[in-house]
């Protein structure tokens, strides 16, 4: 195993990107489909941890980038039908941006711990009423018959052609996501997450890094909000409501918050639950929670951390074994 | 632990692709195999008491034919995915059932998860039957080949607005509590075209129009809008708040007196808000999909026998009877051409005629609304009954003098006050 990070990221990126490619070859249209669903949730679990766990901010209100990236699209698509889709998505990561600069300007001004996050809350919550009461969004109803669009020569309406683009993407953007987390700017998120005094006293501008992580964070849940429009033709207020917000914080919960790829075990193991209960009518709701609840009291640390305890439980017992026997071919003449 | 091996991993892999990739839509009769058919409707949260009937008649429509029988000698089957009344949930389930070979679904009774279903199962070769969804834009400016509206549409509150026209000729002033959804705003607009239509045509007058009271889905407190609505000088309320929000609304509107001296026409609620209130309900008219009390055919009766003896519910809802309708409508299909696939069914459902719990129906061909019989009934307390209110009176009006002239693709054209 290569002992490069940037490598063994790219490893298991390709490895899960290949996986999730070759799905529709062994999977029916309706789980390609929720496949595509899930990809999307894990981005917005990974823009949500590069908040919380690299730059140490809690927002309640990741909802309202997504949903900005989805209607951006959907308007996009619908009334100027002749947009390229990159230049579609390119302005759905941009509204993000622009929306969570404008929150984070008001929001990390004078707040932060859980301040900060009751206000991303309340700024969410009105988003979402100016969404459900504004004609322009559909008002409650929301916008449908989104279609899915070309990219050039490639209709994305062609099979699982959309499909392939959205995991596509969505790698694109966990990449991104990485290479933020791991460069400089990763760094300084991390400095200022474990003590933002040392960190202003080293000359890092706190209110602006965090400001950064901010606009990085929407950005890539609105360009990942901006594929399920035409994933499911639909965009609902529904996909601003605080309850939306809190699914990128389970997945993170879930998975664990301190590995890299918990929100994408989250996400996976969350879906798969939810799947997996579909026909229980109203059970489904409660089994998920209670084992969510379960998972999060019982291993703090998420499947991640459990998977990280158990590998190295394994190690120590083989470890005095490797000693003993270092010892004795020492010990030989 | 059994080791897997290379090759039976590959042979298991090959297995399943194979497996998979079976088309499981074969044409009716060359299989004893059941005909699955998709139900998907709010099983939990706040429609779950209108998806509750739509499952219980679905299952008692589908035992009926089954024991009958089944359709060309297959039966048929309900495969039921919870809808949560969330359009995106609803696309999402719908899915899933396609990519499970299930392409004949029906069970939405949400106009925003209804006008969703056009693009979602024109691209992925579906068709829906609605069972309750109200917005003219199904049938009109979003209408879509793949989804038939099998029961009362629109035109249901241009029946109650004809009917007001008849019963209260006097009562000509008129304002609405519409909540600010779809559905909401469908039903203040078609009833306003009722009433500019027919009571100049029945009573010779020219209603009164007072702007609506529009009131936020969900509200708990209806107060402020109460008050507003008794100010106005209209004598005749319009009532399109639903189920819960309906029943808080009726309660707090009681101290006020709002409906002492006005006619209040509910648009659907059929008993939902009675069965809160029981005898503290007001008299006051709603539609209905399909009274079992008044309908004495014996596909009615059959099935009233048989929806109460599995659910012990003596009082069943009009959306019981909408799915009864669309299976009825489906299996009508089958039955005509033979098959089950996509294209075969849209073209038999064009122009079907099929007999339902009330009455034949006949689905348009130029937009797949059907049309059908309107019923409406007036609901008052009554302390000595069991419930805590009657059924007072009942009024049925053919579909076809009130039905709006088939505009596939383009918007309704609907009268407005001047």
């Known amino acids: 195993m290569t002992r490069s990070p940037a490598l063994r990221f790219l490893l298991v990126l390709g490895l899960l990107t290949g996986a999730a490619l070759l799905l529709p070859l062994v999977a029916n249209r309706g789980i390609v489909f929720l496949a595509g669903v899930v990809a999307i949730n894990v981005v917005l679990g990974l823009a949500f941890n590069l908040l919380f766990s690299t730059a140490g901010l809690l927002s309640f209100g990741q909802a309202t980038f997504s949903a900005a990236g989805a209607y951006a699209v959907a308007l996009l698509l619908l009334r100027v039908p002749e947009i390229p889709f990159l230049v579609a998505l390119g302005a759905a990561a941009a509204t993000g941006a622009a929306i969570a600069t404008a929150i984070g300007l008001v929001a990390l001004r004078r707040t932060e711990g859980v301040y900060f996050a009751v206000l991303t809350l309340a700024f969410a919550e009105l988003v979402h009423v100016v969404i459900a009461k504004t004609s322009f969004f559909g008002r409650n109803d929301g916008l449908t018959g989104i279609p899915r669009p070309r990219i050039g020569p490639i209709d994305l309406a062609d099979g699982q052609a959309y499909y392939v683009f959205v995991i596509l993407v969505t790698a694109l953007l966990i990449a991104c996501l990485w290479w933020v987390t791991h460069s400089r700017l990763g760094r300084s998120f991390r400095a200022i997450r474990l003590d933002p005094m040392r960190a202003a006293f080293l000359g890092i501008d706190v209110r602006r890094r965090r400001l950064e992580a901010f606009a990085v964070s929407g950005a890539c849940a609105a360009a990942a909000g901006g594929l399920m429009g035409p994933l499911t033709s639909i965009v609902s207020p529904d996909l601003a409501h605080w309850g939306e917000s809190t699914k990128p914080i389970l997945f993170t919960l879930l998975g664990g918050a301190g590995h890299f790829w918990g929100p994408l075990v989250g996400a996976v193991v969350f879906s798969g639950v939810e799947y997996a209960t579909r026909s229980l009518a109203g059970a489904s709701d409660l089994i998920t929670g209670g084992l969510l609840l379960a998972v999060v009291l019982a291993i703090p640390g998420g499947l991640l951390g459990l998977a990280a305890l158990v590998v190295r439980r394994l190690r120590r017992r083989e470890r005095p074994a490797t000693v003993t026997d270092a010892a004795a071919e020492g010990a030989r003449p | ?418």
């Not at chain 2, 195999?33 to 008649?57: A, C, D, H, W, Y």
Request: charged share 20%; glycine share 10%.
């Open chain 2, 1 to 418: 632990m059994t080791k897997l091996t290379r090759r039976a991993l590959l042979a298991s892999g090959a297995g399943t692709a194979l497996a998979l990739s079976a088309d499981p839509r074969i044409g009716v009769g060359q299989t004893n195999e059941p005909i699955r058919l998709g139900v998907v409707t709010p099983l939990s949260g706040p429609q779950e008491f209108i998806g509750s009937f739509v499952k219980n008649g679905a299952e008692v429509a589908v035992d009926l034919i089954n024991k009958a029988g089944g359709v060309r000698g297959r039966p048929l089957a309900l495969e039921f995915r919870d809808e949560k009344a969330n359009p995106a949930a609803a696309t999402t389930v719908a899915r899933e059932l396609l990519g499970m070979g299930i392409n004949l679904q029906f069970g939405t009774i949400a106009s925003t998860v209804a006008l969703a279903y056009g693009p979602l199962m024109q691209a992925e070769n579906g068709v829906n039957l609605t069972c309750g969804a109200g917005s003219e834009k199904i049938n009109h400016e979003n209408y879509s080949p793949h989804v038939f509206r099998i029961g009362d549409g629109t035109y249901r509150m241009r029946a109650q607005a004809r009917m007001m026209a008849e019963k209260f000729p006097d009562v000509t002033s008129w304002t609405g509590i519409i909540p600010d959804h779809e559905y909401g705003r469908t039903v203040w607009a078609i009833y306003v075209d009722g009433l500019l239509e027919f009571y100049p045509k029945i009573t010779g007058k020219q209603p009164q129009i007072v702007d609506p009271i529009i009131v936020p889905y969900g509200s708990g407190d209806y107060r402020n809008f109460i008050t507003q609505a008794a100010r106005t000088p209209a004598r005749g309320i319009v009532n399109a708040t639903y189920g819960g929000d309906a029943a808080t609304f009726f309660q707090q509107a009681r101290p006020f007196g709002l409906f002492n001296n006005r006619i209040l026409m509910d648009a659907a609620n059929e008993f939902i808000v009675a069965n809160a209130l029981k005898t503290q309900v007001p008299k006051h008219w709603t539609g209905t999909h399909w009274y079992y009390a008044a309908n004495s055919s014996p596909v009615s009766k059959t099935f009233y026998e048989a929806y109460v003896a599995k659910t012990g519910q003596k009082m069943p809802m009009g959306w019981a009877g909408e799915a009864q309708a669309a299976v009825a409508a489906y299996a009508a299909a089958i039955a005509k051409t033979g098959s089950t696939e996509t294209k075969a069914i849209i073209e038999a459902l064009k122009g079907l005629t099929f007999d339902t719990v009330t009455g034949s129906r006949t689905i348009r061909a130029e937009d797949n609304q059907a049309i059908k019989d309107l019923e409406m009934i007036q609901i008052e307390p009554d302390a000595g009954s069991d419930v805590g209110f009657k059924v007072s009176d009942y009024v049925k009006i053919p579909g076809a003098g009130v039905i709006e002239p088939a505009t596939p693709g383009k918007a309704m054209v609907l009268r407005k006050p001047s």
